[in-house]
């Protein structure tokens, strides 16, 4: 026969157990996160991650140059074959017997000026290299020079631009920009030639190279 005031089994292991306050709650789980923090702080680092190498880029290969042919450079060629004067007889070495000689070329529109000075100068032929040829024309606006012996200057009447004949016609003063035109002569025992003009001759279309025409 039970004994109707013995206590059930389950209300006296539960009163073995005491229950577990709110407070005690919360101090158990700060200390468990304290406890985190620690190992979380005496753990070693963990080693660091090993970056591979990079290859150093490939040499940019240059392509090999294209071989050039040498060529000689073609001579320089002379003046009656690429300018469009012809080759003239303008004079003989008895008609330069007063110092200057007037005469055409490479037309009858275009007077120029034979004049030996009796010193050698620039482009000078003739024995003493002393002989040279000029354009009539100023280099200004055309108009026909005049010759000076005695002082070799050639003096434009129109608008007194003056060129020194020694020295290969260059202007002395006036308007001009220019030196009068040189002709370009050859001597064949008496006979003067010329066979070309160095400069531009006034109102000449053609003083160019035929190439450059």
């Given at each position: 026969m039970e004994d109707q005031g013995a206590t059930p089994p389950n209300?006296?292991?539960?009163?073995?157990?005491?229950?577990?306050?709110?407070?005690?709650?919360?101090?158990?789980g700060s200390v468990g996160s304290a406890a985190a923090v620690l190992a979380a702080?005496?753990?070693?680092?963990?080693?660091?991650?090993a970056v591979p190498p990079t290859a150093p880029p490939a040499p940019t290969v240059s392509a090999?140059?294209?071989?050039?042919?040498?060529?000689?450079?073609?001579p320089a060629p002379a003046f009656s074959d690429v300018l469009?004067?012809?080759r003239l007889k303008i004079a003989t070495l008895s008609d330069l017997q007063k110092g200057v000689f007037s005469t055409t070329y490479p037309d009858q529109f275009s007077p120029v000026q034979?004049?030996?000075l009796g010193t050698k100068t620039v482009g000078g032929v003739g024995p003493d290299g002393d002989i040279v040829a000029y354009s009539g024309l100023c280099t200004?606006?055309?108009c026909p020079v005049s010759y000076d012996?005695?002082?070799?200057?050639?003096?434009?009447?129109?608008h007194y631009s003056h060129f020194d004949a020694a020295a290969d016609a260059m202007l002395i003063s006036g308007p001009a920009t220019q030196h009068l035109p040189r002709l370009v002569l050859e001597v064949?025992?008496?006979d003067i030639y010329a066979v070309s003009v160095q400069g531009l001759i006034y109102g000449r279309p053609h003083n160019l190279s035929l190439t450059e025409l």
């Open positions: 209300e006296v292991a539960g009163a073995q157990q005491p229950r577990l306050g709110r407070r005690s709650f919360l101090k158990l702080c005496s753990a070693p680092p963990a080693p660091p991650t090999a140059p294209t071989p050039v042919a040498a060529t000689e450079p073609a469009p004067y012809p034979v004049i030996k200004h606006m055309g012996p005695a002082t070799k200057v050639f003096m434009c009447p129109c064949e025992g008496q």
